[in-house]
């Protein structure tokens, strides 16, 4: 039954993010085992968007760890729960909560010993900027953990990276490429282990920052992005970005202007904005009361899966008693048209 619920879930949050983005690419999947004990570690820039990514482009039954601040307590609690979600806790949360980690950890290494899959962000935050930061030792731990309670076990570690046009706008495009496994088990050590886990947090982070555009270069970053916003760069294509940013020249910036073309589609959009005025009304009200940007997408998703379809719904029921069904299943059938038409045709601006 568990699983049952798990797949619906997953089902309708991939029709949620099918209308939050213009365009969804995964490369890679070929790289993701079909069974036995995984932990999938990726770049983290997109709040709870780019946990939800991975379990709809896989096919495992996937555990996430979430921070702990989003489990409140009854209902939220439970519904988290119910998704395979795991609390962590971090320091800010109390230095005496770190103590129920201890849990945490150990649900990981039962799910792990089972050859189930885990889902992780080493690097410990979100940020929406285009690198690969240090990565913890929370992965490495768990790790370690599961081999020294279970020896005998094979853990593949899946790095993943996330490749956004755009995370604040909408719709932004993705591609998330899945790298080849990495045998964890050849980097610990369970009876000397090293505390300081170089080995393994230096090889998933190389794998990592090649899956990813990342610019390590901090002082001229701001510089490198402007360029590269200015040549209209696509970030999800990995390859063109990457050629892009080894051979840019940040001495001779220049902007380059294109003309911007007119896009047919947008009387439609008009269309589509004015059949949604109070759902988007009220995200218009709820925008500047998010306090980290970072989470501007993971709430436009909430609206996308919630208050938009339970206004259709309302407006094809008061279709449906001032008319009949016909009329009321052509205009539900023109709200999900309209819907596709605008998140698939709609151009951003970096």
């Not at 505390?195 to 920052?209: D, P």
Request: charge should be positive; glycine fraction near 4%; proline fraction near 4%.
């Amino acid at each position: 039954m568990k699983n049952l619920w798990y797949n619906i879930m997953r089902a309708y949050l991939k029709v949620g993010l099918y209308f939050l983005h213009k365009k969804i690419s995964v490369f890679g999947q070929e790289n993701i085992p079909k069974n036995g004990a995984v932990l999938f570690i990726g770049n983290h820039q997109n709040a709870l968007i780019d946990a939800i990514l991975i379990p709809i482009t896989t096919s495992r039954n996937i555990h996430f760890l979430t921070r702990a601040s989003a489990f409140k307590k009854g209902f939220i609690e439970k519904f988290l729960k119910s998704l395979n979600m795991i609390p962590v806790y971090r320091i800010r949360d109390g230095i005496r909560t770190i103590e129920k980690n201890i849990y945490s950890f150990e649900q990981c290494f039962e799910i792990l010993n089972e050859e189930g899959a885990v889902e992780i962000f080493a690097e410990g935050n979100h940020d929406l900027k285009r690198q690969i930061r240090p990565l913890k030792k929370g992965f490495a731990r768990i790790i370690l953990g599961t081999l020294q309670k279970y020896p005998d076990l094979e853990i593949q570690i899946v790095p993943v990276g996330f490749n956004y046009d755009s995370h604040l706008n909408f719709p932004s495009s993705v591609s998330i490429h899945y790298g080849k496994p990495i045998l964890a088990n050849d980097f610990i050590d369970t009876k000397n282990p090293d505390v300081r886990f170089s080995k393994i947090i230096n090889k998933v982070s190389l794998a990592l920052k090649e899956l990813t555009l990342n610019i390590e270069d901090s002082n001229n970053y701001d510089k490198i992005i402007a360029k590269l916003n200015a040549l209209k760069v696509n970030y999800t294509n990995l390859d063109e970005v990457n050629k892009m940013v080894e051979n840019i020249e940040l001495d001779t910036f220049e902007i380059i202007s294109k003309k911007r073309n007119f896009n047919w589609f947008t009387p439609i959009h008009l269309i589509a904005k004015l059949n949604s005025i109070f759902p988007l009304l009220i995200w218009k009200y709820l925008k500047p009361s998010i306090s980290d940007i970072v989470f501007t997408n993971t709430f436009r998703f909430a609206l996308i899966t919630t208050l938009f379809p339970l206004f259709y719904l309302i407006q094809t029921a008061i279709v449906y008693y001032f008319f009949n069904l016909k009329y009321a299943l052509i205009y539900l059938v023109s709200c999900i048209l309209l819907g596709v038409i605008s998140t698939k045709t709609i151009t951003i601006n970096l």
